[in-house]
């Protein structure tokens, strides 16, 4: 079946350690997305990627470090920059454009997230 | 900038009905969401609305859009333990790739 996996579900980080979190989908999705949340603060935007080889800065991009070298992958890299990383990451995509050339409605697939914790 | 706010908590009897409601800033939206979001899992999308329709019906679910007053409302009608969650109002807009949400708002029912 079709879906957006993220791994590991749950991952622990001493501070000063850079950790990635993975996110494959076979949707064949063109677009890809990170956000972040925390309790009270819906997801914010990490970074979102458009197109293999290409991406772009959201609203908390510091301390966060992304690749697309494929469209069915986009990790996340949390580095010892990020001053306060224990949260729950989402991963997302979404088709931009159809088969027939019409952009679609939008719809963010979601993973079932990684929840980071530092210790 | 881009905003979507929403309330925090809403507390409903069961069968009751639950209006879940949203404010946004942008006057550019295309399409406005609601997602759901089960304790520890990813979101789902729910249900969706073009900006120039006001309203739109499927089911139990009914999402009204006001655009003079940039707000939306989802109405969940006969709400059941199953429809306890946090909801997602979301937005976006043509001239960006990216997707906007509000900080959700936790819907739980009293028996």
């Known amino acids: 079946d079709g879906g957006i996996t993220q791994s590991p579900k749950y991952l622990f980080r001493k501070e000063g350690q850079n950790v990635t979190l993975s996110c494959e989908q076979n949707?064949?999705?063109?677009?890809m997305y990170w956000y972040r949340q925390d309790p009270g603060q819906g997801l914010r935007l990490i970074y979102y990627?458009?197109?293999?080889?290409?991406?772009q800065k959201g609203d908390i991009a510091e301390g966060y470090s992304v690749s697309r070298e494929k469209k069915e992958s986009f990790p996340l890299t949390v580095t010892s920059a990020q001053k306060n990383p224990t949260a729950f990451y989402l991963c997302?995509?979404?088709?931009?454009?159809?088969?027939?050339?019409?952009?679609?409605?939008?719809?963010?697939?979601f993973g079932e997230g990684s929840r980071l914790t530092v210790l | 900038g881009e905003d979507v706010e929403q309330s925090l908590f809403l507390s409903v009897r069961e069968g009751d009905s639950s209006v879940i409601n949203c404010t946004y800033t942008?006057?550019?939206?295309?399409?406005l969401y609601w997602y759901k979001q089960e304790p520890g899992a990813g979101l789902q999308l729910l249900t969706y609305?073009?900006?120039?329709?006001d309203m739109k019906q499927d089911q139990r679910l009914t999402v009204l859009l006001n655009k003079k007053d940039k707000h939306l409302s989802l109405r969940i009608a006969d709400t059941q333990t199953g429809d306890s969650a946090i909801y997602f109002c979301?937005?976006?807009?043509?001239?960006?790739?990216?997707?906007?949400f509000g900080s959700g708002t936790r819907l739980s029912i009293r028996p």
């Open positions: 997302a995509s979404s088709i931009r454009v159809t088969p027939t050339g019409t952009v679609n409605t939008g719809e963010l697939f």
């Open positions: 949707l064949n999705h063109d677009a």
């Open positions: 990627s458009q197109i293999v080889n290409d991406f």
């Open positions: 942008d006057s550019s939206s295309t399409y």
């Open positions: 609305i073009f900006s120039n329709m």
């Open positions: 979301a937005e976006s807009y043509s001239s960006a790739s990216k997707i906007i």
